[in-house]
């Protein structure tokens, strides 16, 4: 008897413990695009004030919860560490590839994947009572490619993105109208075009659009046989057209930072490219390098 309520008791702090502690979990949130992309969320014990929002995006393959798992992915401890709130959107696609290749996802207000994730990052702002100034998008490959739609068509809600091995926003276009295609001409690097011609494919998703636009973070392995290394080029390309400056020589380069064998370039402010030599796809998530680019 006394042994018996004793072990009842150990099992119930045991479990209020597991109950207690933060965890992903999936929330309903307010949806009005046709794409029913899943919402998750993490919520770290210690919650800043007015916290900064970082929205994760997964994969092909993966999901919102084995991405959270994802020892190459940091930002639930990151979350963990500097109190800020992670969102995990979880692909409805079978095969969970992102859609970057059909109009309904590729226009602002399109009512595709790129809406719904709008539509969270919307919901997160006023349920957790997020900074509205510091809402951050980060994505490897297909989740990378998702990032750069993001930054094209939602470019008002968003502060900064830091992407891995992804393509310009566009480049997966389907020219049949398919959602979440494969793109051969794009995956194998043979989609090249100049940056104004690129940088037009970004401003053509939020036509008439002025106003301040995501800091973009863009890293690629030189050794990527995915997601060939010349859409690096592509991409920097179109960000730097967006905002205007040169595409082809940087403001300024560090060589073997932030590790062995990376290069960065800065194209002014706006615009950061970390090349990879020797690395393949997708290239690891640097938490600190992704944070101190979201200033966080
Ligand atoms: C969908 O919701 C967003 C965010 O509230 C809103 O800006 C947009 O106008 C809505 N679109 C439609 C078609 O209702
Ligand atoms: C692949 O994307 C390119 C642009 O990157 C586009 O011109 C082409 O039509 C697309 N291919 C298919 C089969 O849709
Ligand atoms: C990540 O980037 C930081 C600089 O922001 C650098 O100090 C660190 O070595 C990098 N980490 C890895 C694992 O490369």
Not at 101 to 118: E, F, M, T, V, Y
Request: glycine letters at 10%.
């Amino acid at each position: 008897m006394h042994t018996a309520a004793l072990l009842a008791g150990l099992l119930a702090a045991a479990t209020s413990s597991v109950v207690m502690g933060a965890q992903l979990t999936k929330v309903d949130y307010p949806n009005n695009a046709t794409s029913k992309v899943a919402m998750w969320v993490y919520v770290p014990d210690k919650v800043v004030a007015n916290p900064p929002l970082v929205v994760v995006i997964h994969s092909c393959q993966s999901t919102a919860e084995t991405y959270s798992r994802n020892a190459k992915i940091p930002w639930k401890g990151g979350s963990d560490k500097k109190g800020y709130i992670t969102i995990w959107p979880s692909s409805p696609h079978s095969g969970t590839c992102w859609d970057v290749s059909s109009k309904a996802s590729l226009k602002r207000g399109g009512g595709g994947d790129s809406q719904a994730i709008s539509n969270m990052i919307l919901y997160g702002i006023d349920k957790y009572k997020a900074d509205p100034t510091k809402v951050f998008v980060t994505g490897g490959s297909s989740g990378a490619m998702m990032s750069n739609v993001l930054a094209a068509t939602y470019p008002d809600l968003i502060s900064a993105v830091s992407l891995y091995s992804g393509v310009a926003a566009g480049c997966f276009v389907s020219s049949s109208g398919g959602v979440d295609a494969w793109n051969n001409s794009c995956s194998g690097g043979s989609s090249r075009a100049t940056a104004e011609a690129w940088g037009t494919v970004a401003r053509n998703m939020y036509p008439g659009y002025d106003g301040p636009r995501p800091r973009m973070q863009i890293w690629h392995g030189s050794a990527d046989s995915t997601i060939a290394p010349q859409n690096y080029q592509e991409e920097i390309k179109q960000w730097t057209n967006v905002f205007g400056v040169s595409s082809t020589t940087p403001t300024s380069s560090l060589k073997n930072y932030p590790e062995r064998n990376y290069q960065t370039d800065n194209y002014g402010d706006h615009v950061q490219g970390i090349y990879a030599t020797g690395v393949g796809h997708s290239v690891p998530s640097n938490l600190t390098a992704s944070e101190a680019w979201f200033g966080i």
